[in-house]
């Protein structure tokens, strides 16, 4: 039997609804214990002896995985506008992104709540890793976070393009370890500029306000 291969039409939807490979299955693990290890490290207060334990522990696991080759990730992107992609691939291009991708470990998990050509919205919460003033997210955090949203509502809208440029106006602090909303929108276009907006929200005050503009390739405008 042959294996199921997608689009680019379909690549969120296979992306969330398809089983997760079990390959995937295994890097997702991986991805969560290191980025709760990344918060928790942080927080403990141990002595001596044990942090040399544990500098020793991860570093024979460093030299277990040893140096792999850089990733090919244009390869399933090529496959993927054949319509030729099979799930794996789908993963390979997803789930390494540095936001949200569960098999990546330095991505903050978002929760997304609504994803479509209106726009879309997600939860997450940070730890102390993403921390700037005390007890609240850095402002380069928050500007990671929303580029990658802002793109977001741009794939949603079944568009591509790259960040040209990204205001961000920071109006209250985002705190840590609390549930935070982020929220982005297409406002216009004009020729290969869309115009995006985007905020993040705690609770029912908005922390953040981000506007920008995203490039069409000139190969698609
Ligand atoms: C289907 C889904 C697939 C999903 C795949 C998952 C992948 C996930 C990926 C996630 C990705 C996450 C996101 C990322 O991380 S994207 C990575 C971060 N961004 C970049 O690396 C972009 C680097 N810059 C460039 O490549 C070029 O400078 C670009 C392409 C931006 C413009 O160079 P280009 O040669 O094309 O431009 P042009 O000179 O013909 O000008 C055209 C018009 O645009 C106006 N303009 C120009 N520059 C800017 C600017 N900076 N802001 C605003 N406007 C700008 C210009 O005035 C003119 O306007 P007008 O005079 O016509 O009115």
Same mark, same amino acid.
């Given at each position: 039997m042959?294996?199921?291969?997608f ?7 296979a992306?969330?609804t ?8 295994l ?5 969560t ?12 207060e ?6 040399q334990?544990w500098?020793?522990q ?5 030299a277990?995985?040893?140096e792999?080759?850089?990733?090919d ?17 789908l993963?390979? *291009? *997803?789930?390494?992104d540095?936001v ?5 470990? !330095? ?19 940070l @730890?102390?890793?993403?921390q700037g003033p005390?007890?609240?997210v ?5 500007a ?6 802002l793109s977001?509502?741009?794939?949603a ?7 040209g440029t990204?205001?961000?106006r920071?109006?209250?602090?985002t705190?840590?370890?609390?549930? !935070?909303?982020c ?8 020729g290969?500029?869309?115009? !995006? ?14 506007e920008?503009v995203?490039?069409?390739p000139?190969?698609? @405008?």
């Amino acid at each position: 039997m042959t294996e199921k291969t997608f689009g680019p039409f379909e690549l969120q939807k296979a992306y969330s609804t398809e089983p997760v490979p079990d390959d995937f299955v295994l890097r997702r693990r991986i991805s969560t214990a290191m980025r709760t290890l990344s918060e928790r490290v942080i927080r403990a207060e141990v002595d001596q002896a044990t942090l040399q334990h544990w500098a020793e522990q991860l570093e024979a696991v460093v030299a277990t995985v040893g140096e792999p080759e850089r990733r090919d990730s244009k390869q399933a992107n090529r496959k993927l506008f054949t319509g030729a992609a099979t799930i794996e691939d789908l993963y390979h *291009m *997803m789930d390494f992104d540095p936001v949200s991708g569960g098999a990546n470990p !330095i991505a903050p998990q978002v929760t997304w709540v609504q994803e479509g050509q209106e726009g879309v919205e997600g939860t997450l919460r940070l @730890g102390q890793q993403y921390q700037g003033p005390p007890g609240r997210v850095h402002g380069g955090v928050i500007a990671w976070i929303l580029d990658a949203v802002l793109s977001r509502a741009l794939h949603a809208a079944f568009r591509l393009g790259v960040t040209g440029t990204l205001n961000i106006r920071y109006l209250a602090g985002t705190p840590i370890e609390d549930t !935070i909303t982020c929220r982005a929108r297409i406002t216009g276009q004009e020729g290969r500029k869309i115009f !995006i907006e985007g905020s993040i929200w705690h609770g029912d005050q908005q922390t953040v306000h981000a506007e920008g503009v995203w490039l069409t390739p000139k190969s698609l @405008g």
